[in-house]
């Protein structure tokens, strides 16, 4: 019986990776595409149009999956403040893609999850150990690997990859004030929605001329975006954090590969190095989590 057991907990595991990974593909993709389209697009006319298509999409899957009573909350400034920090870090991010390789920004927004322990002290009063700020302080210096300042080779697009992750990071933060009753789901909605109402200033803009291509890619990042955020949420559901967060660094591995295929772009060993050095700190704040829990 305990054999049937194990066995049953193992393939939920791996259907809960293999989801996650599913979901990092279709995230990695949306970027790619988003990649595309900020070579033309201002990147808040990017966050417009996809948020705009995404919504619909969005609210189908919340009604599916947790009913139409999901679509409210009691505190609906804390979802408009979030919405606010989505979109500053998404326009941060889409603008760093316009000169930085796939793989690099993807590599630099990795720093999130370390802005969030390091945050987590001042803003949330949880207790930071030596073990988590010794991983939190190596892992910025794997960021610093990755952007090398004072080097010939720095970019101050790199700087804004960074941002974002303090922005993300801020995003994930600020969850923890959402009301308890508030399902996964309730917050993809209202980070959704609000995304299109604070960049609706765009339509009042400049636009450039589109073409026929544009219609598909936009509505690619917005279905590989959605699809990508929700299959996140379900490996969450599926398996305990431990378990499924470290497979979020295989979007570095997607993100080499698109800018391979799409740009002929391979990042140099600094960058792998740098992301090694993130990743590792990462894992390390994720298990050290778990182990104080249990």
Known sequence: ????????????????????????????????????????????????VRSLIALPLTIALVCVIDGRHALRSARLPVHAFRGVLGVAASFAFILSLRTLPLAEATALVFASPLVVAGLSAPLLKEHVGWGRAAAIIVGFVGVLIIV?????????????????????????????????????????????????????FTVLGEWPTPIFSDVFLFLGTAVAGTLGLALISQ??????????????????????????????????????????????????LITSDRASES
């Not at 010939?152 to 700087?159: I, M, N, P, R």
């Open 1 to 48: 019986m305990s054999s049937d057991r194990s066995l049953a907990e193992g393939s939920s595991k791996y259907a809960a990776i293999m989801t996650m990974c599913a979901g990092v593909l279709f995230l990695a993709t949306n970027d790619a595409i988003v990649k595309w389209l900020v070579a033309r697009y201002d990147p808040f006319q990017i966050v417009f």
């Open 235 to 284: 490996a969450f559901r599926m398996a305990p954090a431990a378990v499924v967060a470290p497979y979020d660094y295989t979007a570095l591995l997607w993100a080499s590969l698109l800018g391979w295929l799409i740009w002929g772009v391979v990042p140099g060993l600094l960058v792998y190095g740098g992301a090694a050095v993130i990743i590792a700190s990462g894992i390390y």
């Open 148 to 200: 090398r300042p004072g080097a010939v080779t720095f970019q101050v697009a790199s700087l804004l990859a960074v941002e974002a992750s303090v922005l993300y990071a801020l995003v994930m933060v600020s969850a923890r004030w959402i009301d308890k009753r508030d399902s996964l789901w309730t917050m993809m909605f209202y980070m959704t929605a609000f995304a299109a109402v604070f960049s609706a």
